[in-house]
């Protein structure tokens, strides 16, 4: 579904990634691990067009990523959630919700002002769409709650449902559960499974939760000062002498469990 070939990233002089190749099944849950700085959320922002690698190809779909604009991803689609929450603080739950179908709702200016029966229609595939997506991740209890009042986990939940909007065939989960607790990770780790299986979406993912990554992956690919280490199923990482020396460390024994 999704292929990096050769992909080089560099800033001033600073290679983010080095030749970087790697292949995203359909149908998987696909993560991407390593330390802090090894170039994980550059590989998000390469995919969703905020940088262009220097050299190297990016495929998905049959799509040549690198020859579309931001929208034009999600219209592809591509949806994404961000490792610090970005969302509109001072808007709802719902409204949030909304706004993650604004590039691929079509309306214009002529419908919107005489209130059309097909813009009436598209609003009400909206409301019931952001309703569904509340009660999957069961937070419908706080649809007209303001964004900034809610706790950061709930935020959290605000901003995968707002990815989730526009039915991507792909969703880039970059750090979910940083800053959630036990009860929330679990829950969180349970939706994302839900995703793959039940919505049929593939899921490329970037997390530091080593026991999330290892119980609900496909598939790994570790990195380390922007090249990949290794590549393989989890028992396989979980194993493998230059990931543990690189990023496991002392933690490995922590990751089996």
């Not at 149908?27 to 802090?36: H, K, L």
């Not at 604004?102 to 214009?108: G, I, R, S, T």
């Not at 029966?117 to 419908?140: D, H, N, T, Y």
Request: with cysteine; hydrophobic share 45%.
């Amino acid at each position: 579904m999704l292929s990096f070939k050769n992909v080089t990233v560099q800033f001033a002089g600073l290679v983010a990634i080095n030749n970087l190749s790697f292949e995203v099944p359909q149908g998987s849950i696909y993560s991407i691990i390593g330390p802090n700085g090894a170039g994980k959320t550059t590989i998000f922002n390469c995919i969703s067009r905020f940088y262009t690698p220097i050299s190297g190809s990016i495929f998905f779909n049959g799509y040549n990523l690198l020859k579309l604009k931001p929208h034009q991803v999600i219209q592809a689609g591509i949806a994404r959630s961000f490792q610090n929450v970005e969302l509109f603080s001072k808007m709802t739950v719902l409204e949030n919700l909304l706004t993650g179908l604004h590039p691929v709702v079509k309306k214009n200016l002529f419908s919107a002002a005489l209130n059309l029966p097909s813009v009436r229609r598209i609003e009400k595939e909206s409301w019931q769409k952001a309703f569904e997506v509340m009660e999957l991740l069961g937070i419908s209890h706080l649809s007209n709650e303001i964004v900034s009042d809610l706790s950061f986990g709930y935020q959290k939940m605000v901003d995968i449902g707002r990815a989730m909007m526009p039915n991507p065939k792909l969703i880039l989960l970059d750090e979910p559960v940083a800053g959630m607790n036990p009860t929330e990770t679990e829950r969180l780790s349970k939706l994302i499974v839900r995703l793959k299986e039940e919505l049929g979406y593939t899921v490329l993912l970037i997390e530091h939760d080593m026991s999330l990554v290892m119980k609900i992956s496909d598939f790994i690919t570790v990195l380390n000062f922007g090249e990949k280490i290794a590549e393989g199923i989890p028992s396989e990482i979980q194993k493998n002498p230059a990931v543990i020396e690189a990023y496991l460390g002392e933690e490995v024994e922590d990751v089996k469990a």
